[in-house]
């Protein structure tokens, strides 16, 4: 966010100085990108993983900063659950996944990742905060930031003390969801932060016995919402076992989804280029 | 319940102003609410608020006297799929509910604002008073059951409902994802923090019927909610499977008219295990 001008705090906020954070100094992160939603479960996470290998397909160098701290889901996603985070001069270091993807998530700092993290607002903010910069991420093409549910602290804090090149907002074809997204969508546009586009998740499942296609949600409003909030389509992806075991503990690989990441990078990265 | 600083995990890092020491607060004086019944997960999008509205129809059927808040200040789900779009009203005693067709008794901050699509960019402490004060404040009247549906995570709200609303007892939800599970334990063991008592877990969106051949599909890997719940050594409900006439009823705000011979099986558990007869008048 540029300044104070826009900022839906602004009327009990005694600083008025911008809430801005300085990256740590040793940090060359050259664009930030953040994938959102407003509503719980619509796969923020898994889009951010799958989008992480995109862009690591295009030869970038990609981070992931898992912004939501009291339901972290990266570390399982990149298969990265075992490792811990250690700590240097220059700051804490995050953790790589085997094809090389940084991430920090607060259960990599966590003894036990079923351990509750029973923490106030200001507080979860707080740590979200330190993952930028207090956090040697060195040489990154790109971040990615996994957001939790909801438009509250961290999304505020995210949205006024980070330099968001761009929103990733994930919906599902259903109204009640696409209603609490278009709260999202909203917030960005208030704090002047561009939204990129729609990832629609769960779009259709594929019967793995007779191949039909079934329509879990019905709703086919996705083009009038897309006209109406002014978005473009990014990705429709499939409701499958595979994108499902993505979590899990096997190796992941599947060209169909894959390939429409890719296109979704694609169109993200000529975004944010001009 | 917590009953000093010293039972509040924050304790450690709290700057001394805790907007919420913990007590528990009185409910508006014109309200007499019996038993609360609050649904959480952690995880977000497994159905708690569908389940919150589920039950609330079911024990409306059976002739209880049903109040739904909506405690998912910045996702409010509730007036959707209930149907209400009527703003709530105040008057000098306090906040008076929505009422829905069948006669459930509705709060949410989807009722107070202009947009159902406004967001809401308020901070922790500012969303957890507004959830007390729907407690405080909204006149419930006669309840049998007020059921709370709890947002996503282990923060600000559930922290504030469990520190400071008398709640009787806890359903939680769950799902057969991978990631589900770690995070539903999480919020578990919060609740155990404060000693809630465990009605049950519920695991939704165990497996889609396909419309074509009816095989059963377990599109997110096996259904373990049994294994969960024991695991966790709270009672299992049951299972409910993905069903698309749900989403419909749900997105064209009819919950009211939606039937599950599967939910009904799991009301009549939780009835008999947990919730027993005495309530009703
Ligand atoms: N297209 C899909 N097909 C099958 N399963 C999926 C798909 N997308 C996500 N999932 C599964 O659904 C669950 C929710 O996805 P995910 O955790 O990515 O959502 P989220 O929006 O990040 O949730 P939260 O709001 O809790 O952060 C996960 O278990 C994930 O594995
Ligand atoms: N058993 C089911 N069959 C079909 N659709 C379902 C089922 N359960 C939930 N849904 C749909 O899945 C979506 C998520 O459900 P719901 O909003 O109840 O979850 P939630 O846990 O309350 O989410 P949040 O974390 O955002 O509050 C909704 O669109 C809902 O209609
Ligand atoms: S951006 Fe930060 S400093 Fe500026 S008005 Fe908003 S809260 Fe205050
Ligand atoms: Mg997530
Ligand atoms: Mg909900
Ligand atoms: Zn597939
Ligand atoms: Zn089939």
Redesign the interface.
Known sequence: MANCESCPTKNNCESQENCMIENNPWNEVKKVIAVMSGKGGVGKSTVSALLAKGLLNKGLKVGILDADITGPSIPRLLKVRDKKVESSEWGLLPVESEDGIKVMSLNLLMPDEEQPVIWRGPIISGAVKQFWKDVYWGDLDYLILDMPPGTGDVALTVMQSMPINGMVMVTTPQDMVSMIVAKSINMANTMKIPVIGIIENMSYMLCPSCKEKIKIFEDDSLSEFLSRMELQLLAELPMCREIAALAGEKDWDHPLVMKTIQEAVTKIMEYIQD | MVSSCSGC??AS?CSGSCPSVPELTEAQKLSNVKNVIAVMS?????GKSSVTGMLAVSLMRQGYKVGVLDAD?????IP??FGITAKADANENGIIPASTEKGIKLISLNLMIAN??????????I??QLVKQFWTDVIWGELDYLLIDL??????VP?SVFQSIPVNGVITVSSP???AN??V???I??AN?YDANFYGLIENMAY?E????Q?R?????KPNGEKEAEFNEIPFLGELP?D?KL??L??AGKIEEYNSEKFNQIIQKLINQSLGKGTKE
Request: aromatic share 4%; proline share 11%.
């Open positions: 995990s924050t890092t952690g995880k977000g999008g497994v200040v910045t996702g409010p789900s959707k799929i159902e699509d406004d967001p809401v960019v308020w901070r922790g402490p969303i957890s947002p996503p995570g282990t923060g600000d922290i994802q991978q990631l770690m995070v334990r999480k919020a063991k919060m923090m889609v396909c419309p074509d051949c095989k599909i377990e599109i997110f890997g993905i698309p989403a419909e749900s997105d």
